[in-house]
T-cell receptor, first 112, second 114 residues
Framework: QQQVKQSPQSLIVQKGGISIINCAYE??????FPWYQQFPGKGPALLIAIRPDVSEKKEGRFTISFNKSAKQFSLHIMDSQPGDSATYFC???????????FGTGTQLKVEL | DGGITQSPKYLFRKEGQNVTLSCEQN?????MYWYRQDPGQGLRLIYY???????QKGDIAEGYSVSREKKESFPLTVTSAQKNPTAFYLC?????????????FGNGTRLTVT
């Protein structure tokens, strides 16, 4: 079965610190790796995404790092803020079918 | 504002009863999806539809049924055959005009079956 393994399950970071969430996948046919952010009581929303032809993508304080040979990718949140406290899901897709395989989620809490 | 509306937000049912969750979108998206979210298990795909009057099973379709009679609507029925129906259910849509178009999610329905 196709899987995306996500860690850690939960994370506490001080305000201004760097939050790092890691994901690993098995299926080398995956060719699209988005991250979704979910606030309590809400549906997830696309945060940032990357394709395997680049090793890094940055949007504001959010950066995806991608290691194709290791089949791993990670989300880095720089200068973490209390407003970043949410659950983050990595995901993977192949062939543009939009049938995403999601990781199990990381609950991030940014403390003052 | 365009978006996805799921109703109701909370739903309670007795075991053995079928229940239908509503999902409506005004984004003019062709594709719609139903996901189930359980603590520690992420989001798992139940059913998806890429066009009106057509839908496909996802990874955990057993005990669920859907219909897609209108582009805007994709209701999910949780039948009595679903062994563990208590969960948070999320509906999503995406445009089919480009590959890997983002999923737009509703705010979910939390179903409790006792």
């Amino acid at each position: 079965q196709q899987q995306v393994k996500q860690s850690p399950q939960s994370l506490i970071v001080q305000k201004g610190g760097i939050s790092i969430i890691n994901c690993a996948y098995e299926n080398t046919a995956f060719d699209y790796f988005p991250w979704y952010q979910q606030f309590p009581g809400k549906g997830p929303a696309l945060l940032i995404a990357i394709r395997p032809d680049v090793s890094e993508k940055k949007e504001g304080r959010f950066t995806i790092s991608f290691n194709k040979s290791a089949k791993q990718f990670s989300l880095h949140i720089m200068d973490s803020q209390p407003g970043d406290s949410a659950t983050y899901f990595c995901a993977a897709d192949m062939g543009g079918g939009n049938k995403l395989t999601f990781g199990t989620g990381t609950q991030l809490k940014v403390e003052l | 504002d365009g978006g996805i509306t799921q109703s109701p937000k909370y739903l309670f049912r007795k075991e053995g009863q079928n229940v239908t969750l509503s999902c409506e979108q005004n984004l003019n998206h062709d594709a719609m999806y139903w996901y189930r979210q359980d603590p520690g298990q992420g989001l798992r795909l139940i059913y998806y539809s890429q066009i009106v009057n057509d839908f496909q099973k996802g990874d955990i379709a057993e005990g669920y049924s859907v219909s897609r009679e209108k582009k805007e609507s994709f209701p999910l029925t949780v039948t009595s055959a679903q062994k563990n129906p208590t969960a948070f259910y999320l509906c999503a849509s995406s445009s089919q005009t480009g590959i890997n178009s983002p999923l737009h999610f509703g705010n979910g329905t939390r179903l409790t079956v006792t």
